[in-house]
């Protein structure tokens, strides 16, 4: 039986693929080019003078204690923003997974958030936590708890991490479900006959089933954790206090659009993607090694 695919011109394979090649060529590609060329340049804010200045940028970005500062305190956001939100997404996955009498409406409820545009989710804990204006934050003042993130550092990080690992919770919750149902019934069934306890068969059967789903969200929300938290950050504290929720992402935009250096802006855009393809290098090589598929 013939199963090659079969086309009746040479150039239609081509053609199929031409526009997605397109896509990535033009707005991937193309500006990562561009990037990495301009690193090597030193121009003012208005681009009326250019100097090839070759690694200068780079030269003078890792002798600042602050750069390195920066990309500690990225490295413990992403960290905490992946654990958080993979974490509350498989608890409620597994409870979603059970015959509960409206099941249906309770995922559907716990899907909506991930519609939600990260500006806006920055807007909605802002003023839900604000110290003078937020519901949540009376509650806490009422508990004896100092709420003021837009003083302390600690704090607004805490924000930070709980906002966008909330954002991200409803798409985690999507894959996890999706992959819990796809796992065979007898399977579990088989352990409970055996005697296994319901936490013994999570860890024993359901958690190891889950480990292609899990390596890929952890690789995703690696990536949404460096990148996509840029519109939270700007509308909830635009890095502060005192430099204490700036990620690398967003120094990119302050030094680059607020700061007036382009080549050093376009310098760190250049390390931070080889820290995220670094990165993900590393989970392929040694996490993927324990995914049972």
């Known amino acids: 039986m013939q199963k090659n695919a079969i086309f009746q011109s040479k150039l239609l394979p081509y053609a199929l693929v031409a526009p997605q090649l397109a896509i990535v060529l033009i707005f991937f590609y193309w500006p990562a080019a561009q990037a990495v060329f301009q690193s090597f340049l030193q121009q003012d ?73 990260p500006p806006v989710v920055g807007v909605l804990w802002i003023f839900m936590l604000h110290p003078s204006l937020g519901v949540l934050s009376r509650y806490l003042r009422a508990l004896g708890v100092d709420w ?25 919750f999507l894959f996890f479900l999706a992959g819990l149902q796809g796992i065979p019934k007898s399977v579990i069934e088989a352990a409970a006959i055996d005697g296994a306890r319901p936490m013994r068969r999570f860890w024993t059967v359901i958690f190891p089933l889950l480990s292609p789903t899990i390596f890929f969200l952890l ?4 990536v949404y954790a460096f990148f996509d938290t840029f519109g939270i950050i700007d509308t909830m504290t635009r890095g502060g206090p005192g430099k204490s929720t700036e990620t690398l992402v967003y120094k ?7 700061g007036g250096n382009l080549g050093g802006s376009a310098a760190q855009s250049v390390i931070l993607m080889v820290i995220v393809i670094m990165l993900t290098a590393i989970q392929f090589r040694f996490v993927e090694r324990k995914v049972t598929y």
């Open 45 to 117: 804010a208005f681009g009326l003078s250019t100097t090839f200045v070759w690694f200068e940028n780079y030269r003078d970005l890792l002798s600042q204690p602050d750069y390195f500062a920066t990309i500690l305190r990225t490295f413990g956001f992403s960290f905490a923003i992946a654990v958080s939100s993979l974490s509350f997404a498989l608890l409620l996955a597994v409870m979603a997974d059970k015959p509960l009498r409206g099941g249906t409406l309770y995922r559907t409820l716990l899907i909506w958030p991930y519609a939600v545009a």
């Open 252 to 258: 990119v935009y302050t030094d680059g659009l607020l």
């Open 219 to 222: 690789v995703v929300n690696i």
């Open 148 to 172: 003021n993130p837009l003083l302390d550092g600690d704090q607004a990080a805490l924000l930070i991490i709980v906002a966008a690992a909330w954002k991200q919770i409803s798409y985690n």
